[in-house]
């Protein structure tokens, strides 16, 4: 399944690819810089995309890791998923965070994330006086142990 979201080119994205799945099932569009950087180990950075989104009502984008680029590199995106709204209009950006050990040299083109489309429920709010009762309660943060029983 797939719905149209629109796509805007900013000047410094022309000439890049659009974000694409890299294989026909892939669940993420693999998004690429638009600007050569290098993060320092630690640091964190904003990485341009050169793409702004309109998408649908009842929709989001996810900003997800790629996998490779943590296990080798030690690169991940600090707030994963990253949230991007219907309603944001602004550049999409990639924000990076160097856990490894050597500075990652990225170059504009070179794919840095991933895009997950998903649906959004919104919540409205009924306030209760009492919650009901569950075998769970207040058990929480490890109350359930740890092991498997073998
Ligand atoms: O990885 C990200 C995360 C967010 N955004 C953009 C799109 C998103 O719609 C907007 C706001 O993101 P978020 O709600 O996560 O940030 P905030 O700190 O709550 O900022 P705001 O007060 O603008 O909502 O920033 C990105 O481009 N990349
Ligand atoms: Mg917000």
Known sequence: MSIPVQVKRLAHGAGLPLPAYATSGAAGMDAV????VTIVPGSRHAVATGLALAIPEGYEIQVRPRSGLALKHGITVPNTPG???SD?????????INHGTDPF??????????????????????????????TRGEGGFGSTGGHAKL
């Open 88 to 96: 944001y209009r602004g550049e999409l950006k990639v924000i990076l």
């Open 83 to 85: 949230t991007i709204d």
């Open 105 to 134: 040299v990225i170059a504009r083109g070179d794919r840095v994330a991933q895009l997950v489309l998903a649906p959004v429920v919104q919540a409205t709010w009924e306030e209760v006086e009492e919650l009901d009762a569950t």
């Open 33 to 36: 810089s638009a600007e050569d």
